[in-house]
């Protein structure tokens, strides 16, 4: 609290600077447009991505068309196929096996969740490794865990590329991730291993999540709960990364309203934190930028060539 006197009130308190994740995800893309363009110049590849969508989930729908749609705009093939909720998972092995085979296409992702009938693991797992753009087969995740070279997940590549873009060299920070999920929890921990990082893993059984909130240098939530971190969690200065998308009902003069929110309590951390992503606005377009990447990659690597050598 400011002490009495010094005329510093909650609204004239510092303010976080905020991680603009639009701005970097137009910039990204940007770049991947370039290359996309020298792909073809150079070496006449279109590099294309392949999306299964199964069941009509409103949240899916908007992210496959936006991904859609960004994919065209970089120049890209963009190739969908929209199965029934009942589909069978043979059926389902069965679309994933032509695409793996398909020349045309570089990249494949198929939407989650799957309906209940269909093993994720095993349709995950179905996709050829150098075609998993979305970086969650076991072979890439082991890779990942070896420092090896495959596929990186999406969503914690877009984390860790903004971290470098506003702390740049990460080495010897201390790191917090919260959520220990395949898609970013894990993940997650092991690109900051990469960057030298000190990294510990909280999650729901941690005793004291607020006391290692405290300790961390780089606060990553990404555990599926609204603004469960409070803004007196947050250690003076870090930098927030907050991956959470979570739709709360808030009063409104008409009636309630839906609103999203992370799994930070934005308007308190603010005030604490030295850096912090907004939510929208932080790391969610990030996610679509680096599946755009990561198709130039796939591409690059089926036709033995360069990415270092596409730019400029």
Not at 181 to 186: D, L, M
Not at 194 to 205: G, P, Q, Y
Not at 274 to 291: D, R, S
Request: charged share 20%; glycine share 12%.
């Amino acid at each position: 609290m400011p002490e009495s006197g010094s005329g510093m009130t909650p609204d004239t308190l510092p303010r976080a600077r905020l991680i603009d994740g639009r701005a970097s995800a137009a910039r990204l893309r940007a770049e991947v447009a370039r290359q996309v363009t020298a792909l073809g110049g150079r070496h006449g590849v279109t590099p294309g991505l392949a999306v299964i969508l199964v069941g009509e989930d409103p949240a899916s729908e908007i992210y496959v068309r936006n991904k859609g749609r960004q994919t065209l705009e970089a120049g890209m093939r963009s190739f969908e196929t929209r199965l029934p909720a009942s589909v069978s998972q043979a059926e389902l092995l069965g679309h994933v096996a032509r695409l793996n085979a398909d020349s045309a296409v570089h990249g494949i992702l198929v939407q989650l969740p799957l309906p209940r009938q269909i093993d994720e693991r095993a349709i995950i797992d179905a996709i050829a490794p150098h075609k998993d753009v979305d970086g969650f087969s076991i072979i890439n995740t082991g890779l990942l865990a070896a420092r090896g070279t495959g596929m990186i997940p999406c969503t914690p590549l877009g984390c860790l590329l903004l971290l470098k873009e506003y702390l740049g060299n990460l080495g010897g920070q201390r790191a917090l991730v919260i959520g220990r999920s395949n898609i970013v929890g894990k993940p997650m921990v092991q690109l900051l291993l990469r960057e030298h990082c000190t990294v510990t893993i909280a999650h729901s059984r941690t005793r004291d999540l607020a006391g290692e909130c405290r300790r961390a240098d780089i606060l990553i939530a990404a555990i599926g709960k609204p603004q469960i971190i409070r803004g007196d969690w947050i250690r003076p200065g870090a930098t927030v990364i907050d991956v959470g998308i979570n739709r709360i009902s808030v009063p409104a003069p008409d009636g309630p309203r839906e609103r999203l929110v992370g799994d930070v309590d934005f308007d308190a951390a603010v005030r604490v934190a030295g850096a912090i992503t907004p939510v929208p606005g932080g790391v969610g377009p990030m996610t679509i930028a680096c599946l755009l990447r990561n198709t130039v990659t796939a591409a690059c690597a089926q036709h033995h060539i360069d990415p270092g050598g596409l730019s400029g």
